[in-house]
């Protein structure tokens, strides 16, 4: 059995203690990955913060190249990293493209493109003000070392959201991937380190615990955290105590609000990948959705065509479009969500019940008779099942989209593209789509309010907040 090696200084790294990775389809044992020591976080952040100074003087335009070479080493090495993405996270390869099932392959497709979209961007010096006594100019300084934390869900595209906006503006990185999917991430920085100077990006492994160590070193100087709430609160006080800037993007659950005269079956795929995108354990994926009592039959009946004719299994078998729950603990949580509901008198629709044999399967679900305040309508699944609420009201569908802590995503659902507007400007939400659901894009910013976070990622926006202002001031 392969032990994979950490990637610290342009040199892999082992440790004494290492641990399994799982296939979620099989049971089967992948690799395994070493537990890093609290003495390897402190050495890998050491040649982090070694490399910085002469990483962050190299001409911007030196780096922008740079980031090109990797965005290539990323789509050579795409079949094999992609496969790593397939055995151990689970979603199945499906095929390339933006259009296509959204798989593996198209996971190191997004990697691939938010590599040279942040490669081509600049940060510009402003020019804040001027007169003839001064000129007062805001720059953009990297921060230093930047510490990743990153989840498994979409283990190789989060963790590229997080390193290389970082790179690019010319902060060095620590990551820590989730031990659920660690061996497809070293695998990743792997390939992209071996382009880079040593020290640019490292990466040290194994459970939460080093994820703490990360975080609380008083060596690091901003940290981008994707993943729950509750260890996105205990980062920030990691944090507060450095006083060091974090980027938190945690969990959701978006209310999807489907409007009186909507086209249901216009919209019904649409609707479908917005909720069950890689079995629903994404960020910004539809976790509640709201009809208007006049469409609520025919949606549901859209929606469980689909659900009841998508493929399931070993996502390494082409032509499979869903795979399965990546780890038991969110397994366990789908479960008893579903068992919650069925105990409140709900109606299953379609799935339910868990399947047999080996792999974290679990059927594509859909649920209605439940109202606000079920638990499978206010805790956020993060797997492949769907409450469908039905509304009268459109201001009571409203509220009920507001009435959690939840802030990530929402979506408005109508043939009419002002009333859909009305709506979405009314709703608590980082973003809020229309007639689209997690439709993220490597130019436009993304991020949560409320208990899903703060700071943003992507575009312009996204680079700047791996920067920090300084302001030269001249007097004239
Ligand atoms: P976590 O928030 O625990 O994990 C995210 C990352 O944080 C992982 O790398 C994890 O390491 C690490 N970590 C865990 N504890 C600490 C700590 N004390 N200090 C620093 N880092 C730490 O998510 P879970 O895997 O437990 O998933 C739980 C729930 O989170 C899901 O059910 C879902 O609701 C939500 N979630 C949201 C995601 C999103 O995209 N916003 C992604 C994943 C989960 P390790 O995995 O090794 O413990």
Redesign the pocket.
Known sequence: MKTYLNFVNGQPVGSEQTFESRNPATGEVLGRAPISTAAQVKSAIAAARAAQPAWAARPDAERKALMMKLAEAIKQNAPYLAEWVTREQGKPLGGLGPDQVPGARFELWGCEVWTQVPASLDLPVDVVFEDDTRRDEMHRQPFGVVAA?????WPLLIAIWQMIPSIRAGNTVVI?????TTIGTLELVRVIGELLPPGVVNTVSG??EV??WL?GDSGIDKIMF???TS?GK??AEAAARNMVPTTM???GNDAAIVLPGADPKAMAMGLFWGAFINMGQT?AAAKRLYVHESLFDQTVAALKELATAMPMGNGMDEGMVMGPIQNR??YD?VVDLVESAKQAGATIVCGGKPKDGPGNFYPLTLVTGLEDGARLVDE?Q?GPVLPIIKYSNVDDAVASANRLRAGLGASVWSTDIEAARAVASRIQAGTVWINQHGMIHPMVPFGGIKGSGYGVEFGVDGLKAVTQPQVISLKK
């Open positions: 934390i990153a989840p498994w869900n820590k991937p989730s031990e659920y459970p939460g994820g703490s975080a994707t993943g729950s260890t205990k980062i993007e945690l969990g960020c603990m969110q949580k956020e993060f």
